[in-house]
């Protein structure tokens, strides 16, 4: 998960529950989740998710510089795979 991610937590149905709390992920952090993985399902919901919540493509690559990249064991791999999804995104 990006680092900060929790700041950026929403609460779904608040106050419906007395000792339950349902949190929900941002978009970018949901997208940023399944990047190491890249499944053709992660790719499936990424590209659904950007039709629902248009991306912000410079947010994308900004919060993957400063929050994941650091974290990844082969960060490398991961920028191509990024790059081919901002392709994706953008078309």
């Known amino acids: 998960m990006p680092e900060n991610y929790e700041e950026r937590l929403t609460e779904m149905f608040p106050a419906s529950y007395k000792h339950l709390r349902l949190m929900a992920l941002d978009p970018y952090d949901i997208a940023l989740s399944k990047l ?3 499944s053709q399902k992660d790719r499936d919901d990424v590209r659904f998710l950007s039709r629902i919540i248009p991306f912000d493509l410079q947010l ?8 994941l990249r650091w974290q990844l064991g082969r960060p490398d791999r991961e920028d191509l795979t990024l790059r081919l999804w901002m392709e994706m995104l953008s078309e």
């Open 36 to 38: 190491e993985r890249n």
């Open 60 to 67: 994308l690559q900004q919060r993957y510089d400063e929050e």
